[in-house]
T-cell receptor
Framework: DTEVTQTPKHLVMGMTNKKSLKCEQH?????MYWYKQKAKKPPELMFV???????INESVPSRFSPECPNSSLLNLHLHALQPEDSALYLCASRLEPGGGNTEAFFGQGTRLTVV | DAKTTQPTSMDCAEGRAANLPCNHS???????VYWYRQIHSQGPQYIIHGLKNNETNEMASLIITEDRKSSTLILPHATLRDTAVYYC?????????????FGTGTRLLVSP
């Protein structure tokens, strides 16, 4: 199994809603990532988890709240989002957090629309 | 991460080789060169990576210059399904470094 599974594939939410994005991998990877991608732009790193601990937060607004309940699961909790937060949210995982000799596996993303 | 420079877009005829260049003139000795691609509305897909030597796998070949300041990704027989944005990334090989940061990439269009 070399898949990173993201759910839901599409999500429409109001600015007062609370929702969560889910990411799951069963490859035994110990590093997991959240990225945000706007149309025609490259993915932008948001958070990095290493061994289930948050190790990097790229100055992301607090309305985005990541959580890593176990080594296979990564959540992104959303609250009071703005329309400009509409984007493709990508999850990725790597075998180990450090070291340059292992590739990252990406999920297919959640297309989020904030209305 | 060392910065990379790629052409914004390239065209290739189906069945021909696609050669995608990447400049990474500030690369350090322990930094790997990675290539990913992203087909429209999908997640990025790993293609290949290398440190010093040229590499080949079932998807592509990676040619790294001797001074390591640039590299070329080669898709030997491009198909329409290879139309995508191709990202060249360099990242350190030392333990503890965790980021994977994307540049602007090259939009490759393969035409019949």
């Amino acid at each position: 199994d070399t898949e990173v599974t993201q759910t839901p594939k599409h999500l429409v939410m109001g600015m007062t809603n609370k929702k969560s994005l889910k990411c799951e991998q069963h490859m035994g990877h110990r590093a997991m990532y959240w990225y945000k991608q706007k149309a025609k732009k490259p993915p932008e790193l948001m958070f990095v988890y290493s061994y289930e601990k948050l190790s990097i937060n790229e100055s992301v607004p607090s309305r985005f709240s990541p959580e890593c309940p176990n080594s296979s699961l990564l959540n992104l909790h959303l609250h009071a989002l703005q329309p400009e937060d509409s984007a493709l949210y990508l999850c990725a995982s790597r075998l180990e957090p450090g070291g340059g000799n292992t590739e990252a596996f990406f999920g297919q993303g959640t297309r989020l629309t904030v209305v | 991460d060392a910065k990379t420079t790629q052409p914004t877009s390239m065209d290739c005829a189906e069945g021909r080789a696609a050669n995608l260049p990447c400049n990474h003139s500030t690369i350090s000795g322990n930094e790997y060169v990675y290539w990913y691609r992203q087909i429209h509305s999908q997640g990025p897909q790993y293609i290949i990576h290398g440190l010093k030597n040229n590499e080949t796998n079932e998807m592509a070949s990676l040619i790294i210059t001797e001074d390591r300041k640039s590299s070329t990704l080669i898709l030997p027989h491009a198909t329409l399904r290879d139309t995508a944005v191709y990202y060249c990334i360099v990242r350190p090989g030392n333990t503890g470094f965790q980021k994977l940061v994307f540049g602007t990439g090259t939009r490759l269009l393969v035409s019949p």
